[in-house]
């Protein structure tokens, strides 16, 4: 029995192949390396020293899908495939409705096809939009996205919900993920943004290493404690753990729709964030003020105790962790 991994070379997906290839689980990854490289695959391999099956595609290709549910015995599907560009999507509409939605649809039917209903979805605290309390639980309203990209979280959760809603048979799982940085400890896999980065901890990274001048921080208007944005950083470890835990919660319980918030529960600020990296990497981190970024909100972390209470996760890593780790991906791809 095997977990399918479409876009399993990214950065999310490659630190969950690690940790489901830990916990004993057998994997097999489909990715077309539109966002993600080869070396990822033998990375993976290195960090665990195990194999696992690799198919090079485009995961909306439903024949060739369909080829690989008909060669390998898969019981779940972890969907790491979505376009995740916030900026990108704005000006590629088409292309991230056709990639995430579409792409979604096919992989679902196809798994419905082979009797496969076993489904754990990447999804975004973005889908709450402008949260009207924080903390934001699972029971926070959802809806106000302000791109394409987080629409397309959005439209395809609704999705999830109408097909369990004519079938109870389905096992799935919505996790909505706070800010995910850091990498592995190894150094071996990290994030890979194409271009400039639109992220906070891959841009603080490009100045700490002399790649960019200085950070732009969005705004020191907001109402927060320094005045810039608050949000729930967390490591991309942890959050690959709590797929491993949403999983065995699915193989252990089944038939049901369960949706979790993947965050630690603290906010920290951009300043905290510029602060905390220089304590933890001993590099400065130059900063101008400039204006608001369109779309940003003030704060926005997670309740984290249902994901607590139902599959006994919780974030280990802390702040340092996660600038140590992200600085040393960054030194380790310069090596290389
Ligand atoms: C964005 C997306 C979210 C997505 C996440 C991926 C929206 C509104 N946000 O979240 O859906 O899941 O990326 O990690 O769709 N900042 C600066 N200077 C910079 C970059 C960022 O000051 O150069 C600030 C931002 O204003 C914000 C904070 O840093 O306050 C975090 O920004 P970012 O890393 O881009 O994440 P989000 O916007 O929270």
Known sequence: MAILLPGGAGYIGSHTAVELLKAGKEIVIVDDFSNSSPKVLDA????TGKDFKFYELDYKNKEKLEKIFEENEIDSVINFAGFKAVGESVKKPLE??????????????????????????????TVYGTPEVIPITE???TGGTTNPYGTTKLFIEKILEDLYASDNTWDICILRYFNPVGAHESGLIGEEPQGIPNNLMPYIVRVAN???????VFGNDYDTPDG??????????????????????????????????LGTGIGYSVLDMVNAFKKSTGKEVAYKITERRPGDIATCYAD?????????WVAEKNLEDMCKDSWNYIEMSQKK
């Open 44 to 47: 993976i391999r290195k960090i």
């Open 96 to 125: 991230y409705y056709e990639n995430n939605v579409s792409g979604a649809l096919v992989l679902l039917d196809t798994m419905r096809k082979y009797g496969c209903k076993k489904f754990i979805f990447s999804s975004s605290a």
């Open 139 to 141: 029971e926070s309203k």
């Open 210 to 216: 002399g790649t960019f001048k200085e950070l732009s």
């Open 228 to 261: 810039t944005g608050v949000r729930d950083y967390i490591h991309v470890v942890d959050l690959s753990k709590g797929h491993v835990k949403a999983l065995e919660k699915l193989d252990k319980e089944g038939n049901g729709l369960y949706i979790y918030n």
């Open 304 to 312: 984290p105790t249902k994901a607590k209470v139902e599959l006994g």
